[in-house]
C-alpha cells in the first residue's frame, strides 16, 4: 500500500505559483499525491526545498509502503561508516523531515506517529553520534576498552533524553534537551580524570556533530542546560555527583523535568539504574501539593520574561508558552502527577496525553478534563507544527499578520476565520481550566476567633518553630491559620486542644509541604483540630510522621474495609517493586503506618465502632505478616539457602489470634518447623537445621520489631511457645505435636484456644490447625481446668490488680474475663479463637449459666470498646483529667455513656457482675459435667 491510497486532506496551496512548480517537478504522480506535494510546496517554502533537493528519492519513498520508508531512512543511519556519519545524519534528518511532515499533512500520521518518529530518528542520530565519540576516544586509548562491546557501553555513560524527546514528542524543530552521566565506579583513581576528559571530549564532539551547520544543513540543536549547576559543571557529570545535588538542592522544576527523563544513547542499563536510585527525589513518598505554587510561580516567571501577561489575542501568540497554551497543559499534567506519583505509581508516564488518561483513571482528575485537554493539545501541536513546518523556524508564535495567519490555514486545509475562532476558544478553555488549578481565586483572608492573653502568647510563639522558618511556609500557614484556631477552639477544652497543636507543630521538621496540604484540602484541618483536641500523643506522632495525612486524599481512604487477604496481596505486591531487602521492610512499615492511620481516623470519626476496629487491627497484623513472612525467609534464603523440609509456618496466639487487637497491642506468636529427616540448608552458608530456623525466626522478629527510618511494625512476644523464655525460639513441629498431647498444662491448652495460623505452606498451617483441633477436643478433666485456672487468676490479680479506671486487670476487667472464656472454651471443645464464640459454647454445654454468660460476654463487649477507645488515646493508664472535650466525647461515644461519672458507674457494674460469674464458673461444684 502506497501514500496514494491513504490520503485523507492535502494542503491548499498559498502560494500558487511555488505550487505550480512542485507540481510540474512532480507532474509523474498520481494526482492525490501530486495535490498534496503542490499544496504543501505552497504552504511552506521550507518544504518545497527539501521536495526538491531529495526529489529522486522521494519518487522512491512515494512508491513504497509508507510504513517502511521511514524504516529505511533510520537503517541508512545505522549502517552508514563513521567516516561518513556527518553527511549521512543530515540526509536522513532531511528525508525524515519531509517524509513526516508529508504524512503528517496528509491526514495519515496522527500527534503520536509524527512526534514518535521525529524522536525515533533523534535517539538514533544521537546514538550514532555519541557512540561514534566515544569510539574515537577508546581507539586513541583515552578509555579502557577494545571492541565494540566496549564502544556499545561507551565507558559507562548515558545520554539521558529528558523533555520532549524523552517523552517521545518532539516537534519539527525541537532542540533536543540532554543530560549526560557516566558511572564513575567504573574507573579506579588512576584511571578516572583521564576517563572524565575523554567524555568530556567525546560529549562536546558529539553534540557539535549533531547541532552544526553545513552545506548538508543540521541534524539536532542540543541544549544541555538541564545539568545540575550548568553554568560551573562539565558537560557530562558523574552520576554520584549527580545524585548528590539532587538529593541535597534539586528543585520541583528538575523533578518535573525527570518525569520525561530516559535513557536514549551510552549504556542504557546504567541510565536505568540511575533513575532507578534517583526515584525518591523525582517520586516524593508523601502528596506534594507544595508543587503547585511552585509550578505557578514558574509559569508566571516565563510570562515576565517572554512578555506574555495580558489577554489572549491570536496575532503573534505563543503556542507553547502563552496563556492557554502547550506548557500550561503540561504543567497542569506533570505537577499533578508530581504530586500523587510518589504514592501512586500508575501516574509516572512520560507523555502528556498518556499523563492525562493516567490522572482520569487514577481519580485525580475527571474524564471530562483528561479528554478536553488532550484534545486541546493535540490541536495545540497540529497548529505548532505547521508554523514550523513554514520555514524550519524554532518558533512556537502565531505570524503577526492575516496573511501569514491564512498560510497557516491553508496548510491545515481551512477557512482562517472560524479557524482562528476555534484556536480562541481552545486557547481560552485551556486557560481557564489550567488557571484555576494553579491559582484558583483566594477566599477572602478569615478573621480568627478572640484569643485569651495566654492563647496569643502560645500562638505567637509558632513563627520561631522549624516548621515556620521560611517566608514561603508563613505565608502559607497565615492563610489558614484563622480556620485551624477556629476549630482548635470551637469546643470546651479548647485550651488543652491548642496545647496539643502546639506540641503537633512544635514538632515538624518542615512546614511548606503540609501547610500546602491544609491549605489544597480545608477538610484536614477540621481532622488535625480533632485530634489535637483529643489526644497529645496522637497530635505528636502525627507531626513526626505527617505523610500519613497523604492517605487521607488518596482516594480510597473511606472505602470499605477490603479485609486481610486483600491487604496481604497488597502489601506483597508493594513490596515485589523494591530492589533490596530493608527498602522492603521500609515499605511494609510505611504501607502499615498508612493503614493503621486509616483505622484510628474511621475509629475517631464513628466511621467505625470498636470492635470493628479491633477486628481490623488484627487483619492489618495478620496480612502483614503473610507478605512479610516470605520476604524475611528470602532475604534469609540468600545466605544460608532455602527452608530445609517442609519450611516454617506463624502462628498467631493471643489477641491477634482471636482477631481483636487495639491501637497499641502487640503480637504474640509462636514460629513452628517441620525439618523431619532434613539435616542442614544447602546455601553458601549452610546451618543445621535447628539453627537455621531459630535465627529465620530471630529475623522475622527484627523485620517486624526493628526501628528503621519508618518506624516499627509491632512488639513482638514469643513467651506462649512450649519452651517459653528458656528453650529455643522456633519449635520443631514433632515437639510441638508431642509437647501439647502429652506434656503441655492445662494453661498452656487455655492459650492455645486463641491460636491461629498466620503465614507459612499451606499444608504445614493444616497440620498444627489439626494438631490443636486434635488437642482441643480430647476428653480433659474440667475439675481440673476450673482449679488450675483459678490458680491462674488468683496469680494474675496479686500481680496486676488493677484500679478504678483499668479496663484490662483486675476483678471482672477484660484478662479476668478472657481467661475464663478460654476456659469454657477448652471444657465445651470450642474451636473457635473468639471471646464471644467460647462463652457461649461453654454456655451451651452447661458449664456456665445462660445468664452468667450474657452478663461475661455484655461486660466484655463494654471493656473491649472502653479500652479500644482509651488506646487509640494513646493512654495506657486512663486518667479523665487528661481528656481533651474531644477525647472525652470520644470515649463517651463509644460507650454509650452520657458523662464521665455515667462511665466510671457502668465501669464498676460491669466488673463487679463479671467477678461474680468468673468465681461460678471456675466454682469446683458447677453443676453440669
Not at 762 to 770: F, G, K, S, T
Amino acid at each position: 500500500m502506497t501514500l496514494a491510497s491513504r490520503i485523507i486532506r492535502v494542503p491548499n496551496p498559498f502560494e500558487r505559483d511555488r505550487a505550480e512548480e512542485i507540481g510540474t517537478l512532480f507532474s509523474d504522480q498520481p494526482g492525490e499525491v501530486r495535490a498534496l506535494l503542490s499544496g504543501t510546496g505552497g504552504c511552506s517554502p521550507y518544504l518545497k526545498g527539501l521536495m526538491e533537493r531529495e526529489a529522486e528519492w522521494l519518487r522512491g519513498a512515494l512508491s513504497t509502503d509508507p510504513d517502511d520508508v521511514l524504516a529505511g531512512i533510520l537503517a541508512a543511519v545505522k549502517d552508514a561508516d563513521d567516516a561518513d556519519l556527518k553527511i549521512a545524519l543530515r540526509v536522513g534528518k532531511r528525508r525524515v523531515a519531509l517524509w513526516t511532515a508529508l504524512l503528517d499533512l496528509a491526514g495519515v500520521a496522527d500527534l503520536e506517529a509524527t512526534t514518535g518518529a521525529l524522536t525515533r530518528f533523534a535517539d538514533l542520530a544521537l546514538e550514532r553520534a555519541f557512540l561514534s565519540q566515544v569510539a574515537v576516544e577508546i581507539r586513541r586509548g583515552r578509555l579502557p576498552g577494545q571492541g565494540e562491546e566496549d564502544i556499545a557501553e561507551a565507558g559507562g555513560a548515558v545520554v539521558l533524553a529528558m523533555g520532549k524527546m524523552g517523552a517521545f514528542e518532539l516537534n519539527y524543530s525541537s532542540d533536543i534537551d540532554l543530560i549526560c552521566l557516566f558511572d564513575e565506579s567504573r574507573y579506579g583513581r588512576d584511571l578516572y580524570m583521564e576517563a572524565r576528559r575523554a567524555l568530556v571530549r567525546a560529549t562536546q564532539k558529539a553534540c557539535a556533530l549533531l547541532s552544526e551547520t553545513s552545506a548538508e544543513g543540521y541534524v539536532f540543536r542540543t541544549d544541555l542546560r538541564l545539568r545540575p549547576d550548568p553554568s560551573v559543571t562539565p558537560v557530562i557529570l558523574t552520576m554520584e555527583g549527580a545524585e548528590r545535588y539532587y538529593e541535597s538542592l534539586g528543585r520541583t522544576w528538575e523533578r518535573a523535568a525527570h518525569i520525561k527523563a530516559r535513557p536514549a544513547a551510552g549504556d542504557l542499563e546504567a541510565g536505568n539504574r540511575y533513575l532507578d536510585r534517583l526515584r525518591p527525589f523525582i517520586w516524593r513518598r508523601h502528596l506534594d501539593y507544595a508543587a503547585i505554587q511552585d509550578a505557578h510561580d514558574m509559569r508566571l516567571r516565563i510570562r515576565d520574561q517572554k512578555g506574555l501577561h495580558g489577554p489572549i489575542t491570536l496575532d503573534g501568540h505563543d503556542m507553547k508558552l502563552g496563556r492557554g497554551g502547550i506548557r500550561e497543559i503540561e504543567f497542569f499534567t506533570q505537577t499533578r502527577q508530581i504530586i500523587a506519583g510518589g504514592r501512586d505509581p500508575s501516574l509516572r508516564v512520560r507523555g502528556t496525553v498518556e499523563g492525562l488518561s493516567a490522572l482520569a483513571q487514577a481519580g485525580w482528575i475527571g474524564d471530562d478534563v483528561s479528554a478536553t485537554l488532550a484534545a486541546d493539545y493535540r490541536a495545540h501541536r497540529e497548529v505548532e507544527h505547521r508554523v514550523q513546518m513554514v520555514a524550519d523556524q524554532q518558533t512556537h508564535a502565531l505570524p503577526n499578520d492575516r496573511q501569514g495567519f491564512a498560510r497557516i490555514a491553508a496548510m491545515m486545509d481551512r477557512d482562517p476565520e472560524p479557524l482562528g475562532k476555534e484556536m480562541l476558544e481552545r486557547l481560552e478553555r485551556v486557560s481557564a481550566l489550567t488557571e484555576d488549578f494553579f491559582s484558583p481565586d483566594a477566599p477572602p483572608r478569615e478573621a480568627g476567633p478572640d484569643l485569651s492573653e495566654a492563647q496569643a502568647e502560645m500562638v505567637a510563639r509558632w513563627r520561631h518553630y522549624p516548621a515556620l522558618r521560611s517566608e514561603r511556609a508563613l505565608d502559607i500557614f497565615d492563610r489558614i491559620r484563622p480556620r485551624v484556631l477556629r476549630h482548635l477552639l470551637s469546643g470546651p477544652g479548647g485550651d488543652r486542644a491548642l496545647a496539643h497543636f502546639d506540641g503537633f507543630l512544635r514538632g515538624l521538621p518542615a512546614g511548606v509541604q503540609l501547610f500546602s496540604l491544609f491549605e489544597a484540602h480545608p477538610a484536614l484541618i477540621e481532622l488535625i483540630a480533632d485530634i489535637a483536641g483529643t489526644s497529645a500523643e496522637l497530635a505528636q506522632y502525627l507531626s513526626q510522621n505527617s505523610a500519613v495525612l497523604d492517605a487521607v486524599i488518596g482516594g480510597s481512604f473511606f472505602a470499605d474495609w477490603p479485609g486481610e487477604t486483600a491487604l496481604a496481596a497488597e502489601l506483597a505486591n508493594r513490596m515485589a517493586g523494591r530492589r533490596d531487602y530493608e527498602s522492603r521492610l521500609d515499605t511494609a512499615r510505611a504501607w502499615a503506618r498508612d493503614w493503621h492511620f486509616r483505622i484510628g481516623v474511621h475509629h475517631l470519626r464513628g466511621l467505625i465502632d470498636a470492635g470493628e476496629a479491633g477486628r481490623h487491627y488484627a487483619d492489618l497484623a495478620a496480612a502483614t505478616i503473610t507478605a512479610l513472612w516470605p520476604v524475611v525467609i528470602d532475604g534469609f534464603a540468600e545466605k544460608h539457602g532455602i527452608p530445609p523440609g517442609a519450611g516454617a509456618m506463624v502462628l498467631g496466639m493471643g489477641s491477634v489470634g482471636a482477631g481483636r487487637l487495639t491501637a497499641k497491642s502487640d503480637l504474640d506468636l509462636i514460629v513452628i518447623y517441620d525439618a523431619e529427616g532434613v539435616e542442614q540448608s544447602d546455601g553458601p552458608r549452610p546451618l543445621a537445621a535447628r539453627t537455621y530456623y531459630a535465627r529465620l525466626t530471630q529475623a522475622l522478629v527484627t523485620a517486624l520489631s526493628a526501628p528503621m527510618s519508618e518506624g516499627r511494625l509491632y512488639e513482638v512476644d514469643m513467651r506462649l511457645r512450649p519452651s517459653g523464655r528458656q528453650g529455643p525460639v522456633a519449635t520443631a513441629l514433632s515437639a510441638f505435636d508431642r509437647y501439647q498431647r502429652e506434656e503441655a498444662w492445662n494453661w498452656e491448652h487455655l492459650a492455645l484456644t486463641r491460636g491461629r495460623p498466620l503465614a507459612g505452606p499451606d499444608a504445614l498451617c493444616a497440620h498444627v490447625a489439626e494438631v490443636r483441633r486434635a488437642v482441643l477436643e480430647q476428653r480433659r478433666d474440667n475439675d481440673a481446668v476450673r482449679r488450675e485456672t483459678s490458680s491462674m487468676r488468683e496469680r494474675l490479680l496479686r500481680a496486676r490488680p488493677g484500679d478504678l479506671w483499668d479496663a484490662k486487670s483486675g476483678p471482672g476487667r477484660l484478662q479476668d474475663i478472657e481467661l475464663v472464656a478460654t476456659a469454657l472454651g477448652l471444657m465445651s471443645n470450642c474451636l473457635s479463637t473468639r471471646v464471644p464464640d467460647q462463652i457461649a459454647a461453654g454456655a451451651a454445654a452447661g458449664h456456665a449459666s445462660a445468664e452468667d454468660a450474657a452478663a461475661l460476654g455484655a461486660a466484655h463487649n463494654f471493656l473491649a470498646r472502653f479500652r479500644a477507645g482509651a488506646r487509640l488515646l494513646g493512654t495506657d493508664t486512663f486518667r479523665p483529667e487528661d481528656l481533651g472535650a474531644t477525647g472525652e466525647a470520644f470515649v463517651l461515644r463509644d460507650t454509650g455513656c452520657g458523662s464521665l461519672d455515667d462511665l466510671c458507674a457502668e465501669l464498676q457494674a460491669h466488673a463487679a457482675r463479671a467477678s461474680d460469674c468468673v468465681v461460678r464458673v471456675l466454682s469446683p461444684d458447677r453443676d453440669g459435667d
